[in-house]
């Protein structure tokens, strides 16, 4: 005990202040209050360690020196030691020993800038020609022809009435069934399934008696999709108790947010207020040169745009849940909805353009790959597509915004580390048989089918030229804003997953997966979903 004591100890006391430091860092949005008193603890930290220090620059003869020797248990040193008790060997860690970064859960960088130009530029340019077109039906309306007018005049009186009803109409059953699945998620569940194959097939049924080639057309389409429907609903019987249970345990956590919805109610009244300037511009584009270019052009801009509202919502709500889950923090829902509206903005404008079209091409990919058959070459081609798939899958997926939201990871890396973590974890046969996406939008097709069964009999009633048109319409919309408030429990489950699966302590998850992954090792369950690639034998 010497001269190199009080160096030892300024060294330790150095790397706890920089580990103090980077834990702060790490806390994001917690209280100000807490910060004070960790703060308070660290000045009385500091205090101890310099007595501390103080006590060992004391001479060893020192009375007090020798009580606290003592009192603290020091191993006995080796021979080689004992023989020079000046000479000190600061012992360096080895690299293997050093921890690796973490991580940062307060990230400030822009992520995707790319996707969020293109966006903003989109926005601007969609801005501008509703704006246009607006201005363009008004003048229809009071400079053109009397047949032009006469037609605008129709289509303002029994066209634009119909999709306001239809919007105000989709955002009250959006929060209907956010608010029933919220509150009794195992009977929901079954619900969702087997009503949507009702009032589908209803709906279809009500447009082919209106006995018009375009309404019976719209109607052969409903009653496929039933058809479809009512199949897989009989398909995924079998995984229902478990989704059910994981969609219970992950919606617990909701409760501790009172103001978690918030971000839904603002996107949904910009969504409502948006739609109702897109339906005018729609009917301006009828003034316009080519109309049917114009109106394609629209409806794709409000799918991206209604997309991209959806994804800041499920970031928002992905960050406060996976914050809740890795640091046990009780985080701003405001704050998190601004940071998916700035820093996050882009990640979600790139994970819209490309995910539904990916998840869409995936879901075929799989259903020709359960065919079985005699045709080698088709087969053949079936199962590289379903790998050329799961590649492109691998690299962009609806699970990317749970580390989107709490690391502010880019789109692809996001969706790469999180597909890795459940490889690692074993965890890929249940999240690939998990269900809540498919509940979300058959939730969907839920309130735009039953906006079609009212629209169309009203319309049908009042201009019957317009029913298939307005069928089609009032279902894309109520489709759009539906989806924008089953966000929640979707980010919720993907949360629950995600964070299980990244947790080193997962004290605040049950035995649900686990006991799960232990049927399915054991053969007891059975995941029918094609994730590997058939090998055919001839007999």
Partial sequence: MGAGDPVVVEKENETIGGAKKEEDLEKGEVGVEEERKVQSNDVVDDHEESHLSGFHRLNPTNPLRI???????????SPAQSQHPHTH???????????????????????????????????????????????????????????????????????????EASAFMSIILAFIWQGSIRKWPTLMLHFILWFTFVISLAAGVLLICFQKPATDGVGVCFIAFAIGNGLYACWVSHRIKFCCKVLSLSLQPVSKFPDLNKPTYHVLGVGFLWISLWILAVIGALNFYFPPLTIIALVLSLAWTTEVMRNVVNITVSRVIALYYLRGMQSSTQFCFLRALTRNLGSACLGSLFVPAIEALRIVARGLNLLEGEDEFMFCCARCCLRVMDSIFRNGNSWAYVQIAAYGKGFVRASRDTWALFEKE???????????????????????????????????????????????????IGYLLTRIAM?????CVSCYYVCYAE?????????????????LKTGRDVVPTPRGFRRYTRT
Wanted: glycine share 2%; net charge positive.
């Fill in 67 to 77: 009580v606290i020797n003592s009192a603290t248990r020091v191993a006995t040193p």
């Fill in 89 to 163: 060997t600061r012992s360096t860690p080895t690299p293997l020993q050093q921890p690796q970064p973490a991580a940062s859960l307060n990230s400030r960088k822009y992520t995707n800038r790319i996707s969020l130009f293109l966006f903003v530029l989109h926005m601007f340019l969609a801005v501008a020609l509703v704006c246009f077109l607006v201005f363009r039906g008004v003048q229809g309306l009071i400079q053109e022809s009397e047949s032009t007018r006469r037609k605008e005049k129709d289509v303002l009186k029994y066209f634009l009435p119909q999709v």
């Fill in 426 to 476: 074993d965890m890929v046969a249940i999240v690939d048989s998990d269900i809540t996406s498919s509940i979300c939008f058959l939730t969907g097709v839920c309130s735009g089918s039953i906006c079609v069964i009212v629209v169309a009999a009203w319309t049908h009633k009042v201009h019957q030229t317009f029913t298939a048109t307005l069928s089609l319409l009032t279902f894309f």
């Fill in 487 to 491: 966000a929640v429990p979707h980010a």
């Fill in 503 to 519: 947790a080193s302590d997962k004290r605040l998850f049950d035995k649900t997966i686990k006991d799960r992954q232990d049927l």
